[in-house]
C-alpha cells in the first residue's frame, strides 16, 4: 500500500482530532479543512464525499490497531490461549482508542454500515494479525481458509462484545478472558481451540 500524500496525511490527521472532538457525523468538512491546512476543494479531490473520509479515517486507525495488538502479542510470547488473548487485547484496546471507540459509543448505526462495506478488508487485516502471533509455521499449516474463518470469528464475537449490552459486565481483563473462554473459544473447530507451540 503506498504511502498518502503529505495533504491526504494532514486530512487525515485533522480528521482523527475533530472526530475525537465532536464525533463522526458532527464534523463540517470546513472543519477538518482548516485544522489541515487546506482547501474544501482539496479534500474533496482526494474524498468523494463525507463518508469516504470517515471510511478512511477508520481504515486507517483499524490498521494501525490491528498491527499494534499484533506487535504487542508478539512480544508477550508465549500464551496460554492466543485466541483468549488476541479477543481480551482487541477489546480493551479498541476501547481506548479515541476514535473507533466514540464511534461504536456514539454511532453504531455507522459501525455496521461500514462493516458491510469493508467488511472484507477488516478480516484481511485480522488474518494478517493472527499471521503475525501465530507461532511460526502454524498459519500455514492450518490454510489460508482456516484463518480467515477464524478472523471473521474474532471480528463478530468482538462487535457483539462491543456494541451489545450484556448479563455480566465485561469491564476487565479478566472479565474478556471469562466470556472469551466461555462463549468465543467454544465456537471454534476443536483444531483450531488451541495454538500448538
Request: aromatic share 8%.
Amino acid at each position: 500500500m503506498p504511502a498518502p500524500d503529505p495533504s491526504t496525511e494532514a486530512i487525515l490527521n485533522a480528521a482523527v482530532v475533530e472526530f475525537e472532538r465532536h464525533g463522526l457525523r458532527r464534523v463540517a468538512l470546513d472543519d477538518v479543512a482548516r485544522r489541515a491546512g487546506v482547501s474544501r476543494t482539496t479534500i474533496y479531490r482526494r474524498f468523494a464525499n463525507k463518508d469516504e473520509l470517515v471510511a478512511a479515517v477508520v481504515e486507517r486507525e483499524n490498521v494501525a490497531l490491528f498491527s499494534d495488538i499484533a506487535a504487542e502479542l508478539k512480544q508477550a510470547g508465549p500464551q496460554s490461549n492466543y485466541y483468549v488473548e488476541a479477543f481480551t487485547l482487541s477489546i480493551l484496546r479498541f476501547r481506548r482508542h479515541r476514535v473507533l471507540n466514540r464511534m461504536m459509543s456514539d454511532e453504531p448505526a455507522l459501525v455496521l454500515e461500514l462493516a458491510r462495506k469493508h467488511y472484507g478488508a477488516a478480516i484481511g487485516r485480522m488474518a494478517d494479525a493472527l499471521r503475525v502471533i501465530f507461532p511460526d509455521g502454524f498459519a500455514d499449516r492450518i490454510g489460508e481458509q482456516a484463518v480467515n474463518e477464524l478472523a471473521d470469528t474474532i471480528l463478530r464475537y468482538a462487535a457483539m462484545a462491543l456494541l451489545l449490552p450484556g448479563a455480566q459486565p465485561l469491564d476487565s481483563a479478566d472479565d474478556i478472558r471469562a466470556f472469551a473462554s466461555q462463549h468465543f473459544l467454544p465456537s471454534l473447530p476443536t483444531a483450531l481451540r488451541v495454538v500448538p507451540a
